[in-house]
T-cell receptor, first 114, second 113 residues
Framework: DQQVKQNSPSLSVQEGRISILNCDYTNSMFDYFLWYKKYPAEGPTFLISISSIKDKNEDGRFTVFLNKSAKHLSLHIVPSQPGDSAVYFC?????????????FGKGTKLSVKP | DAGITQSPRHKVTETGTPVTLRCHQTENHRYMYWYRQDPGHGLRLIHYSYGVKDTDKGEVSDGYSVSRSKTEDFLLTLESATSSQTSVYFCAIKGQASNYGYTFGSGTRLTVV
């Protein structure tokens, strides 16, 4: 059973528009959420994170929103750029508990078209 | 940038042979992880370590073993490689950054034929 779900395998967006990547989770004990970006032939790199005590975190063009009641988070990229084309992984952890390992979703491949 | 290197970067091996992948860090971090990435499965945790000689299983540990005799090195061994272990393997370290994220290595692409 998947604890972190990214139901959209791919997303295509026009350059300059908003990209919205979605993630759902099932474990209510998760208290920290992260987004990673991965280019081909490279390791994933940290993008942005949010604690469960917040509902929004912003870093430049990237904003993560957390809706705890719906167990849903989303990553907004505004404006989208061709260099944002990559696979995006959502991850979650229960850092307050004994099991603090990151659990990842399956990823969403974002394509930003010029 | 955290110093984490994986070796080899690419390897082709035959079914039934043992294979060892190495992860080396220069940051003296306590926690180290091995993940595998497969299409349709994302990143799945194989094993992790929370100190020298302290390791534990992850989600997909069958067929894999690990060892950590030094803080800087975390080895992943496939005792008898199978085609289902063809994958890209990533090592990660958990640093002290406030974002609580992991830093990943560049990966090892393993093909079992």
């Amino acid at each position: 059973d998947q604890q972190v779900k990214q139901n959209s395998p791919s997303l295509s967006v026009q350059e300059g528009r908003i990209s919205i990547l979605n993630c759902d989770y099932t474990n209510s004990m998760f208290d920290y959420f992260l987004w990673y970006k991965k280019y081909p032939a490279e390791g994933p790199t940290f993008l942005i994170s949010i604690s469960s005590i917040k509902d929004k975190n912003e870093d430049g063009r990237f904003t993560v929103f957390l809706n705890k009641s719906a167990k849903h988070l989303s990553l907004h990229i505004v404006p989208s750029q061709p260099g944002d084309s990559a696979v995006y992984f959502c991850a979650a952890a229960n850092y307050g508990g004994s099991q603090g390992n990151l659990i990842f979703g399956k990823g969403t491949k974002l394509s930003v078209k010029p | 940038d955290a110093g984490i290197t994986q070796s080899p970067r690419h390897k082709v091996t035959e079914t039934g042979t043992p294979v060892t992948l190495r992860c080396h860090q220069t940051e003296n971090h306590r926690y180290m992880y091995w993940y595998r990435q497969d299409p349709g499965h994302g990143l799945r945790l194989i094993h992790y370590s929370y100190g020298v000689k302290d390791t534990d299983k992850g989600e997909v540990s069958d067929g894999y073993s690990v060892s950590r005799s030094k803080t800087e090195d975390f080895l992943l061994t496939l005792e008898s490689a199978t085609s289902s272990q063809t994958s890209v393997y990533f090592c990660a370290i958990k640093g002290q950054a406030s974002n609580y994220g992991y830093t990943f290595g560049s990966g090892t692409r393993l093909t079992v034929v």
